[in-house]
């Protein structure tokens, strides 16, 4: 069965920090490149940070810059989002999502920062 499965939310205060993982499973996890996005109530859904399949420079949105950092295990088919400094806006569900051509979603997880 072709899953990503997201874990690590929850609630924070501001100035917190969070890690949030992404286990895959029924596909060649390696081969995809990885991307976590995120969707804020009335909101649409936005891309977080994105990392290849092997090498190259991950990409943040302006807004987390400096504050998040997207890596992957290959060995271990995860993909994971470290977030520091986290404020009441990063407040959303955070969605892993894995890109080969089409795309396979996780079911997100509820991150909420308190003020």
């Known amino acids: 069965q072709v899953q990503l499965v997201e874990s690590g939310g929850g609630l924070v205060q501001s100035g917190g920090s969070l890690r949030l993982s992404c286990v895959a499973s029924?596909?060649?996890?390696?081969?995809?490149?990885m991307r976590w996005y995120r969707q804020a109530p009335g909101k649409e859904r936005e891309l977080v940070a994105g990392?290849?399949?092997?090498?190259?420079?991950?990409n943040y949105a302006d807004s987390v810059k400096g504050r998040f950092t997207i890596s992957r295990d290959n060995a271990k088919n995860t993909v994971y989002l470290q977030m520091n400094s986290l404020e009441p806006d990063d407040t959303a569900v955070y969605y892993c999502?894995?890109?080969?051509?089409?795309?396979?979603w996780g079911q997100g997880t509820q991150v909420t920062v308190s003020s």
């Open positions: 029924g596909f060649t996890f390696s081969i995809y490149a």
């Open positions: 990392i290849k399949s092997i090498g190259g420079i991950p």
């Open positions: 999502y894995a890109v080969r051509g089409g795309g396979i």
